[in-house]
């Protein structure tokens, strides 16, 4: 969920937002990495100190913005999250997350949403439904098998 600050963020989480992202801190974070890039702060050190930032503030979003800077070889496997929109036309439509087996390829389903919200359980025998948004967690391998079993088997 998106407020223009940090002033509701507890209570907007009470009532059932999974994460608040204040645009004011978002446009702190991107004036502040500006000004840095323009006093010469080299470009990684700007991404990683944002990205820092972030990640101590949106628990949900950890993982999320690797890839800003993915060029070692421990960054590249990190585990991340990705959401996938399930077309009319995919495998995994009418199956449970059970008989989809996303763990055994080192996926873990974060969560679905579903016209816009979020499911309040997602559980094993939850069925995928064509236009859910899928949310998975894993490495870069990993989630794109787990994205291949969901389209096509």
């Not at 690797?66 to 590249?76: K, L, M, R, S, Y």
């Not at 359980?121 to 098998?145: C, R």
């Amino acid at each position: 969920m998106r407020t223009v600050d940090d002033h509701h963020i507890e209570d907007l989480l009470k009532a059932g937002a999974t994460e608040v992202v204040p645009e004011a801190i978002e446009g702190s974070l991107m004036l502040a990495s500006h000004a840095l890039a323009l006093v010469g702060v080299p470009t990684r050190r700007v991404i990683r100190l944002v990205q820092n930032q972030r990640e101590a503030r949106y628990g949900l979003l950890r993982g999320y913005f690797h890839g800003a800077d993915d060029d070692t070889v421990n960054e590249i496997d990190q585990e991340r999250l990705k959401s996938f929109a399930i077309p009319d036309t995919a495998h995994a439509i009418g199956r449970s997350v059970a008989q989809l087996s996303l763990q055994t390829l080192g996926a873990r389903l974060v969560c679905i949403r579903r016209y816009g919200v979020q499911l309040t359980q997602t559980d094993e025998d939850q069925q995928i439904l064509a236009n859910d948004v899928v949310v998975l967690s894993g490495t870069p391998g990993a989630l794109a098998l787990a994205e291949a079993r969901l389209l096509t088997g």
